[in-house]
């Protein structure tokens, strides 16, 4: 009704969105088909109970592909990760066979496991009888065992149950920054200077715990003991940077050695770079030397800023490093004299991503050159030290310089496995209370370790939608709603490609895109653009969700729906940070809005509106829109042309596409 004809211009995206709906539509109508088949022979055997075999049987029983019920249960644990998590070892109590081993994952899953193959017979159904499992949970080296059936919750690590809570309100919770004990005067002279006069909660709670860890010194940890590792789940825009930068400053403050003490590893160069300026503001005068390393420079660039080659070896021009993990590890096995033996902080910004992507090798590397035995002698001889075990009377005898680890996200994982792979040494975790509205509009604060916080000032819509409707919501917005500074979220850099030129071609709007596509410098002008305010509508991928800290923005609009929570949480909380106002739009196809909303309700996300547009709203916008389309359409043939003359291999080639395109353009 809307955009009459649409389609026809609705190039690949919509096209792949309609191919992806019927697919789902398919594969839903054969499930039920298998299901009922199923059902049907499931019958047939209890009408014939000779036909069963007993459990020492040769019992045939559904399997899937090994890829599929991997890709499944990928899902699954990107979904709902502290749900997954809690099972650290299962084992059914009955005996199993090595066949029955291979189909656990296809029996713990149940809807696979109710939908067989259709010409295969089921003899035995063991798999679908409720069974008891045991849960261990290995925690400094004690396990803990717990037997539950499926609708038992397994029990959490102490220190993961009864976290230290953080108020999620910033503006009825700030500290002024003379109440928190123990800051330097030269920091808080900064942090004045800087605009700061009160820390927010999450910051008034980590700075001391961690300055008091280190209240010996950075050589050692509080009364000679190993410092207890930090975790901090606390919301998006809450404040998470200063509240490692400012302790971290501190504790070195009174260094006399340069040495590499800090080291924090983020998961992207625009992130690595904004905290790394943080750190550029409270070092300025200090003496203390930061380092940037992500790969913006040639390699030879960065060894140069890292270390330098002296008579007497190598010596670091580094205090604290801030890098992204593929530069880090390369430049961990080949820049000679970079040492990280001296390291007191790891600090892993964007905790469950860092541990998620692959980058868990990074951390271990990072771990083992921190434990690396020099083989030179002299000064740091005396503070060698060895991979920490148990304490006992004799280790405790030897000073050593701890290293310790200080996690931070907003959707950090409680999953106690993944966890457990950081070697975490009796953590304290920090994190925002969830509280949950009652009817009557007052708030209940819940005990749960599956549920996520955001920011206080942010106000959650959706909007039902068709395909078609979409780029025309999205302009509605713009120009009917007068939204400004809007951050605009797609699901992949092609999408946000596309979106980007069909607004340019509609015009009105100063519009810009963001994703890989652009090389860094131009990233980097695009975002200085939008945060002066000379570009309303910016149109990004998922590589400015984590993080990016753009002051003002008024709006973000999920133009297409984050398929996992944690993108979806990150995505909403760069509007609404430190304490502001902020409203979020989800542009929502109506078949994806069950799922969405359930996945937001897993969450804990319950203050969501719905937010319907009329077709009539829409209606003034469509004409303009269809010829926003055709000029779409010819932008990209010449775009292709351009590109066909680049890669054409003949003088002939060449001069008759430069005719077509000559072509194009005069029509
Ligand atoms: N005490 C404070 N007073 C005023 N502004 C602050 C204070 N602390 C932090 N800010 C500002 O709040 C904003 C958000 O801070 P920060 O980027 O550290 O949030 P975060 O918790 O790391 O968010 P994310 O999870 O999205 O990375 C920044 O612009 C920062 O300058």
Redesign the pocket.
């Known amino acids: 009704e809307v955009c009459l004809g649409c389609s026809r211009y609705g190039g690949e995206d919509e096209q792949e969105e309609e191919a992806e709906a019927e697919d789902r539509a398919r594969v839903l109508l054969e499930r039920l088909q298998q299901q009922a088949r199923a059902r049907q022979l499931k019958k047939q055997r209890e009408a014939q109970p000779q036909g069963r075999e007993g459990p020492g049987g040769a019992g045939l029983s559904p399997r899937s592909e090994p890829g599929e019920g991997k890709a499944k249960r990928k899902r699954e644990s990107e979904e709902q990760p502290s749900a997954q998590g809690q099972k650290k070892l299962e084992t059914k109590q009955r005996p199993r066979s090595s066949s029955e081993e291979r189909e656990l994952p296809l029996a713990a899953s149940g809807e696979e496991a109710n939908c067989p193959p259709s010409n295969m017979m089921i003899l035995g159904d063991y798999d679908a009888k409720p069974v008891q499992k045991v849960t261990i949970y290995f925690t400094y080296g004690i396990a803990i065992f717990s037997f539950s059936s499926p609708q038992v919750q397994p029990f959490l690590p102490q220190w993961l149950a009864q976290p230290k809570r953080v108020q999620k309100r910033i503006k009825d919770n ?1 500290c002024p ?1 003379r109440d928190v004990p123990g800051i330097h005067p030269r920091l808080l002279k900064k ?1 004045q200077m800087n ?6 909660p ?2 008034a709670e980590v700075i001391p715990a961690i300055l008091q860890s280190a209240s010996n010194g950075y050589l050692m940890g509080r009364g000679g003991y190993r410092p207890k590792d930090i975790c901090v789940s ?10 490692f930068v400012i302790p971290i400053v501190q504790v070195l403050l009174d260094r006399v050695v340069c040495h590499v003490r800090a080291l924090v590893v983020l998961p992207t160069k625009e ?1 690595a770079q ?1 905290v790394s300026k ?1 750190f550029n503001v409270y070092t300025d005068g200090t003496g203390l030397k930061v380092v940037l390393i992500t790969g913006q420079k040639s390699f030879a660039k960065e060894q140069e800023m890292l270390v330098q080659k002296k008579v007497t070896g190598y010596c670091s021009l580094a205090d604290i490093v801030v890098a992204t993990p593929g530069r880090l590890t390369d430049h961990i096995n080949q820049t000679p004299g970079f040492s990280l033996t001296q390291l007191r902080f790891l600090i892993v ?2 905790a469950d991503r860092m541990i998620d992507d692959m980058h868990q090798n990074c951390l271990n590397q990072i771990v083992k050159a921190a434990f690396q035995v020099e083989n030179d002698s002299g000064s740091n001889m005396l503070f060698q030290r060895t991979k920490p075990g148990p304490i006992t009377a004799a280790s405790s005898c030897s000073p050593q310089i701890p290293l310790q680890k200080l996690l ?3 959707t950090l994982t409680q999953d106690p496995e993944k966890l457990q792979q950081l070697d975490l040494f009796q953590p304290r975790l920090f994190t925002s209370v969830y509280s949950e509205k009652n009817r009557d509009g007052t708030e209940t604060e819940r005990d749960t370790n599956d549920k996520y916080t955001l920011p206080e000032g942010l106000s959650q819509c959706y909007v039902p939608c068709d395909l078609n409707s979409k780029p025309l919501l999205l302009l509605y917005f713009m120009l009917k709603m007068k939204f400004t500074r809007v951050l605009c979220f797609t699901n992949s850099r092609e999408a946000s490609h596309r979106l980007f030129l069909l607004v340019q071609a509609f015009g009105g709007v100063t519009v810009a895109e963001f994703s890989s596509r652009l090389p860094p410098n131009e990233r980097q002008r695009t975002m200085k653009e939008f945060e002066q305010g000379k570009i309303q509508l910016l149109i990004s991928t998922d590589a400015t969700a ?4 753009v ?1 003002g923005v008024n709006y973000v609009i999920n133009y297409d729906a984050p398929q996992f929570i944690r993108t979806y949480i ?1 995505r909403v ?2 509007t609404a ?2 304490g502001e106002a902020g409203v979020a739009f989800s542009l929502v196809l109506r078949i994806q809005e069950r799922r969405f909303l359930r996945m937001l309700r897993d969450a804990g996300i319950q203050d969501i509106k719905k937010h319907p547009v009329k077709g009539n709203s829409l209606k003034p916008l469509v004409q303009q829109y269809e010829g926003a389309l055709c000029k779409l359409e010819k932008t990209v043939k010449v775009m292709e042309m351009r590109k066909k003359i680049k890669k054409s291999n003949s003088s002939a080639e060449t001069s008759l596409n430069e005719w077509k395109l000559r072509w194009l353009m005069w029509h």
């Open positions: 700030l920054i942090l605009g700061i006069e009160s820390f927010f999450v910051q606390a919301p998006t825009g809450s404040g998470k940077t200063l509240s992130l904004q943080v910004d964007e931070f996200s907003a984590r993080g990016i800290d002051k990150h909380g760069r940070r430190a």
